[in-house]
């Protein structure tokens, strides 16, 4: 009898160990999560079955009474309709906004056309006019890199031809960068749920939406059909200081058209498709399983980087009312 009571006294002193996902979901093999229970049974170990976290997309309903305004926001709706005009009377005028003058180009390739600086450049294509020795070669006048002037030319004539030039060493952009995001509509508002990890704090919900439609002269394949899958897409950002401010900087983005692009999707392979342009948004509400919710304690910091690198400062959402 006393052996039986020291037994039962070990026995429930011993920690519960769990055997997690028998779904298959998690590294541990079903079988061998089952065999290791069956084991641990049989030497009278308690054995805690538990089931795999489940994807929270969307937080519990909200009635239209608890939708609030973004604290200090007099707006909750930007869209956009039309593709933003040209700025700059020729692609020459706009390259050499942004250059200075080489006399004597060093003895090192051009990095777009790869042929020697103090040569010709080697684009052949149409749409660059000659150009004197004296202009052949110029240096960006921020970052200090050198090209030959008909290569920036035909660079720039390949792009979204809004007045802007990006290196592309460095990635400096000169003047304003614009997308090609079609047409759409971006809601934003706060709900009263909290973001985990976010406790302290209510949740602002942005909702995307973009219909299909029919490509213009700045995307891959003009006069023909895009699609626009997955739409209208909700995000979510903490109801903080710091959302609020990458809310603005959010805005600025969408009304230059860089939230969104048309291309080919990295997911489904699809192309001719409405895409998300390098600006990660969190489409999970409650839980992170597919690295794309709550809690991650870098993603606002992340979120300003990558809007850093298309352009956008948080000077300009010093102006964004």
Not at 15 to 31: D, I, Q, R
């Amino acid at each position: 009898m006393m052996m039986m009571i020291m037994m039962m006294s070990f026995i429930t002193n011993v920690p519960t160990v769990p055997v997690k996902n028998l779904n298959g979901s998690s590294p541990v093999h079903p079988a061998l999560a089952g065999i290791t229970g069956i084991l641990m049974s049989a030497a009278a170990l308690p054995v805690c079955l538990t089931r795999p976290p489940k994807l929270v997309l969307h937080p519990p309903p909200v009635s239209k009474s608890d939708i609030k305004p973004v604290p200090g926001f007099g707006h909750c709706c930007r869209k956009t309709t039309k593709k933003q005009a040209r700025k700059g009377k020729t692609p020459e005028e706009v390259v050499k906004k942004y250059l200075q003058k080489v006399k004597s180009p060093p003895e090192e390739d051009c990095t777009i056309c790869m042929e020697p600086l103090v040569g010709p450049s080697g684009y052949k294509g149409p749409g660059v006019g000659p150009v004197s020795r004296a202009e052949s070669v110029g240096r960006l006048a921020q970052c200090g890199h050198q090209y030959h002037f008909q290569c920036l030319v035909a660079m720039y004539n390949n792009g979204n031809k809004d007045g802007s030039l990006q290196c592309p060493t460095c990635k400096t952009i000169y003047g304003v960068k614009t997308g090609n995001q079609p047409a759409g509509k971006m809601e934003y508002h706060v709900i009263p749920h909290s973001l985990p990890g976010h406790p302290d704090c209510k949740t602002i919900r942005i909702i995307y939406n973009i219909p299909p439609g029919i490509q213009g002269p700045e995307h891959p394949n003009p006069g023909k059909p895009y699609t626009a899958r997955g739409f209208p897409r909700h995000c979510y950002l903490p109801d903080s200081e710091k959302g609020r401010k990458v809310l603005r900087l959010l805005l600025v983005a969408w009304d230059r058209r860089l939230i969104f692009s048309v291309g080919t999707s990295s997911t489904t392979g699809e192309s001719d498709t409405v895409i998300w342009n390098e600006v990660h948004h969190k489409t999970e509400f409650g839980s992170n399983l597919t690295g794309h919710g709550f809690p991650d304690p870098g993603h606002l910091d992340n979120v300003l980087e990558e809007l850093r690198a298309q352009g956008i400062t948080e000077d300009d959402g010093l102006t964004e009312k």
